[in-house]
């Protein structure tokens, strides 16, 4: 009897971010990416979100490796989590290797971790699974696919794609490796649902070599072109266009520099003679001589073009008569600060090119027809969407249904499901606890950890700390309650409506017949009172923090 | 000698939301509007934004009246507010001087506050200057531009518009109307940018007629409609497109059903005998009889149909087979919230359609070409955008010059900016204090308050409090530190932490060789000690409160 192919989505189901996903087979457990995702507005205070893993620490012995389709932080930004507590070999090709190698140098981890870097083609052994990638067109070099070969027949996973016949870098989507695969069979097939809603083609890079090559001929000042520090062909196209223009480009902000440097040195950038300066060589230069490429198309507050837009980089300011390029679509949650950047910047006398006014950019992802055709070409017996919000996971496995994988075959998988697949059928397991886990200075969290639920609670309407000293024989107030405030009311107001409270507080507490020093009911009431008084008087409700000294 | 005009943007012009403008001549101020704004993420606590209105304040005795071009909150929400302070009369037309009646009696104000109803085109005398209102298509009924008559000339202002031939409410724009006044000659014109950035034309609102007659019609099961509780037409033609096909309407939700009360009772909303129905009366129909109308397009937590996606909401939950329509396009700053609705509505078996995957929604504001066509008609003198992010009104000046004002004739001006008009030309005076005050409660904060920056602080990292208790004679801690935190650490790791804290913090002060009891020693001690100690251990960056009792 075949064994069961076990799917586990561990993250990117469901939501935007942090992909990572599980195949297990009998005593073999393959991963495919670890990624982070960026914490939402109501994370207060999280740095970072990464998948749970308990579901592999629990099967630690069965872990054969991580498969890293691409350098991508969403893809990648949770290895040196996962690696710390689960030490396992990571595959990775070309450039993810190259930025997977800088991010755990940071982490202090390389020594300890095996990362190996492998070919297209080349085959993986993973246990009794044996694994090879093969390259797709993305918005970084050496994006790739993979299939794993499995006793129940082939897997095959996308990766991030979109069918480019003309891209930028690397050759176009290679029609001949897919078939291939087809002819033997899928088994199962993952794709990337991004853009599944989105009718269509995705248009290919290189249309932007002709909208970038009239932005950079006919500005009339500097240009400013920022964008995802990854993605290189686009950092390509710039110094092409500048060469042509007889501009000189410079490289500004940590990230964006320690990318481009990378990419030098593997070959993946190739800046015509003299074209790439330090900024310190050209700043001195005409404008119209001078581009600068740089990174801040989400609002990151630290990326340079945010702090040019605030009047807060230490060396570029805006010069009226600069025209700027937000070479980026916004990930969605970022719209809000990206607009007060672009506002920012035309304030300051820039010209602005943005997704809404202008071509300067063209994404990564696949749209509707792109999908099919992939559906078309492989015929999985079974589809698993990934990588996408819950509605995108939807309008994607409807679009397979569509291309002929039967309906009781295409499944909508969340984090958390477990999906249980044999030649004879497919049925969701039980659920596995599988969430965010919130990474805050050293210490992670879990989103329904209770530090997470003070901290709304403390930005709502701040915090009232209220200290009762008390006689520990008698019980009594030996001296009126100490009351402090943040984050509640302004020095003004607070001065007199503390001193309020406090008196309030000392009646009901002197008034009480018995007189009872247990803190448990000091405090809770301490805090009704506070919180009761408080509230008629100003109609908020802040957090009150009672304290107890006996003394 | 002409006197001078002076045009005084008090909210809306560099943001969304709160528009508010003041036209001043000799003797003569006139307000335009009084909105608020909803806050955005980072206004911590805050429930609603409005105009600084200091400027007006300070010439009280000048001010003749408010105008109000239409009833949504962004140009009537802060008139509570500022009636309070600023007993002015309020002139508007039908729809939105009925929902102004609502909110004035809400806050109790409606007994003092001078409200007028006017018809368009009757003469409002204010002082020296004389205004009357026209009708023009937006997204509600009764919207309205207005002219003002001045010494200089006619200023002309459109208010929320778009050109509307066949409009679902009300007439089709009237262009006569606005060549009449345009033969008399336009000294200044305000302009509605909300859109100019677009190119084309806004959609009729008539196209939904065929779209939401085929969502309906075609259904399984029930239809959930939800949109803008103030946007009537669209619930007419969700009304409609019921009755066509033998469907009942109910309407839930507390802002829809007052908002829908309000226009049967004014006549502006006609279902058709036996369609409108309580929601009691129809909860038991088959499915495919039944049309729910809500709000929630934009997230909004206490929503019905965010409430219905939370599995929250006490009367309705979804059916699978319902279809969900979210006809409304995202207000910026609400995309996440938005999408969290629409996949938590999929996840429990609803279709929802929204503005990417049907043609569910066209907004109420003038595309590139319909913003041309109005400058084209006009012919103003002066021209200045209002209504926009500032990128939009340099769009928009930018059309204006197109279309043949002078360049030096077109000013994008922002908030608090004075523009100084005559005859002869027009120049930007000073700047005057023209910001946010944030409504909190009972309170009105400036956006600098040191309020709002604690509540920041305290949602990053949380809040560490120390109790420093010290012989008032001897100086010497009595007893060690007592620390208690919120949104730091979670229980487990708090009490070792703070435990530790502690002790550092006892160390610290025992070892000072002078014993000042001052306080302001020992709370920068007790700050900078405990900061570094906790850092240090968690990498994270708690406020640190201390208190000192001296017993």
New interface residues.
Partial sequence: MAPTLRVVPLGGL?EIGKNMLALEVGEDIVVIDAGVMFP???M??VDLVIPDISYLLQRKEKVRGILITHGHEDHTGALPYVLNRLPTPVYAVGLAHGLIGLKLKEHGLLSQVRLHKVEPGQPVRLGRLKAEFFPVCHSIPDAMGLVVETPLGLVFHTGDFKIDHTPVHGGPTDFSILASYARRGIFLMFSDSTYA??PGYTPSERVLNESLDHIIGEAPGRVMVATFASLISRVQQVLDAAAKHKRKVAVVGRSMVENVQLALKMGYLKPKHGVLQPWAQIRNLPPHQVVIVTTGTQGEPTSALVRIANRDHREIEVIPGDTIVMSASPI??N??VI?RT??NL??QGAR?LYH??ALVHVHGHAAQEELKLMLRLMRPKYFVPVHG???HL??HAQLAVQMGVAPENAFVL?NGDVLELTPEGGRKGERIPCGHIYV????L?EPE????R??????????V?A?V?VDKNTGRL??PP?L?S??????H?AQDLLSQASRALQEALDSRRAIPTEWGYLSAKAKEVLEEFLYQK???RP?V?P?A?T?
Same sequence: chains 1, 2.
Wanted: net charge negative.
């Fill in positions: 469901g939402e507005e109501d207060l205070g809603e989105t969605p949650g719209e809000t607009s672009i506002d035309c304030r602005v809404r006014n919000e819950y509605r939807v309008a969340e805050d200075g050293l210490r969290w950890s209770v530090v997470l003070d901290r709304h609670l403390l930005s709502r309407d701040g915090v700390v200290v000293t030996v001296r100490e402090v943040s984050g509640f009311a302004d020095p107001e100003t109609r908020r957090m923090l304290v000294i003394v």
